[in-house]
């Protein structure tokens, strides 16, 4: 028991230290983590875990960067019929086979490292806008309550509208903020995040802060984007073997 607190404890706090270097990860590295090392009963238990950290963090992103309303009112399209869709597939998550759940986590891992890798969508008009908020955040729905990420559509909506890093650090933050709170609800409501989970997942919110400090000062040190792109590779790797891991190879 203390050997799997110690190695889940140690996985937040690599998580946390991933995204307080280059803004991203915290989600794909804890659950792609500890689906890998199988040190959960189930892998829908590491999607609760990571639930309170994701809040919380969040949480603190959104406020440091303000316009909260401004925000909100840009992008209320996206957060909407996104907020529906993992509320309303958090409930099939709890459904899935384990070997089905690894392999849509592994193909959403892929998909989120190759996107943000080599993907730069062509601009997006503002006439287009309003439909593509609608069908982005509904795969970012669908994405987000399977696996409890929903990056991938998110990233390349933005990059498509290209915003500058204050308002794509401000924007993901708050749809994923907000994002993590049907998602919560919805592992509530099935059972799997109890008191015992929803107790360890607060207690993980420890290593990712103290993680997102040491990745602060990694950040000032360091060439931000190169060690982002090492990172890429690393979860488009983890992303494959969770794919080969669900298919029996």
């Given at each position: 028991?203390?050997?799997?607190?110690?190695?889940?404890?140690?996985?937040?706090?690599?998580?946390?230290?991933?995204?307080?270097?280059v803004?991203i990860?915290?989600?794909?590295?804890?659950?792609?983590?500890?689906?890998?090392?199988?040190?959960?009963?189930?892998?829908?238990?590491?999607?609760?875990?990571?639930?309170?950290?994701?809040?919380i963090?969040?949480?603190?992103?959104?406020?440091?960067?303000?316009?909260?309303?401004?925000?909100?009112?840009?992008?209320?399209?996206?957060?909407?019929?996104?907020?529906?869709?993992?509320?309303?597939?958090?409930?099939?998550?709890?459904?899935?086979?384990?070997?089905?759940?690894?392999?849509?986590?592994?193909?959403?891992?892929?998909?989120?490292?190759?996107?943000?890798?080599?993907?730069?969508?062509?601009?997006?008009?503002?006439?287009?806008d309003?439909?593509?908020?609608?069908?982005?955040?509904?795969v970012?729905?669908?994405?987000?309550?399977?696996?409890?990420?929903?990056?991938?559509?998110?990233?390349?909506?933005?990059l498509?509208?290209?915003?500058?890093?204050?308002?794509?650090?401000?924007?993901?933050?708050?749809?994923?903020?907000f994002?993590?709170?049907?998602?919560?609800?919805?592992y509530?409501?099935?059972?799997?995040?109890?008191?015992?989970?929803?107790?360890?997942?607060?207690?993980m919110?420890?290593?990712?802060?103290?993680?997102?400090?040491?990745?602060?000062?990694?950040?000032?040190?360091?060439?931000?984007?190169r060690?982002?792109?090492?990172?890429?590779?690393i979860?488009?790797?983890?992303?494959?073997?969770?794919?080969?891991?669900?298919?029996?190879?």
């Open positions: 028991m203390f050997d799997a607190l110690f190695i889940i404890f140690a996985i937040f706090l690599l998580a946390g230290t991933i995204k307080g270097t803004g990860g915290l989600p794909t590295a804890s659950i792609s983590l500890l689906s890998q090392l199988s040190v959960v009963e189930q892998p829908q238990i590491a999607v609760a875990l990571v639930i309170f950290p994701m809040m963090s969040n949480a603190w992103q959104v406020y440091r960067g303000g316009d909260i309303i401004r925000t909100a009112k840009r992008f209320w399209p996206f957060l909407v019929i996104m907020l529906v869709m993992i509320w309303l597939f958090s409930q099939v998550s709890a459904a899935l086979p384990t070997d089905v759940f690894v392999l849509i986590l592994g193909s959403v891992i892929v998909v989120f490292a190759l996107s943000s890798l080599f993907v730069k969508p062509p601009a997006l008009a503002d006439k287009f309003r439909p593509v908020q609608i069908g982005a955040g509904a970012a729905g669908v994405m987000g309550g399977l696996t409890g990420i929903w990056s991938p559509p998110m990233v390349i909506y933005f498509s509208r290209r915003l500058d890093k204050d308002d794509f650090v401000r924007a993901s933050g708050f749809l994923i903020f994002g993590s709170l049907p998602l919560g609800l919805g509530w409501q099935n059972d799997i995040m109890n008191e015992e989970v929803a107790l360890m997942s607060l207690l919110t420890i290593p990712v802060i103290a993680g997102f400090t040491i990745g602060e000062f990694i950040r000032k040190k360091m060439d931000g984007a060690f982002q792109k090492v990172l890429l590779i979860f488009l790797l983890m992303g494959l073997n969770l794919i080969r891991k669900a298919a029996g190879f």
